[in-house]
């Protein structure tokens, strides 16, 4: 099994309070690693990455 973390930090999960840009960057990062097939999870704390 190998874990692929890519960590890139937003102050906020919800897409209405990150700026257009922003979002557009995590929608192509999660259109690269679903292209992978590696699974994508947005997160803000480590727990979240951790706990499914």
Not at 18 to 32: F, L, T, V
Not at 44 to 49: D, N
Request: glycine share 4%.
């Amino acid at each position: 099994m190998k874990l692929y973390l890519v960590r890139e930090t937003k102050s906020t999960l919800e897409r209405d309070k990150r700026r257009e840009i922003e979002n557009r960057k995590i929608d192509c990062g999660k259109a690269h690693f679903t292209a992978l097939g590696v699974n994508f999870k947005d997160a803000s704390t480590i727990h979240e990455v951790l706990n499914p």
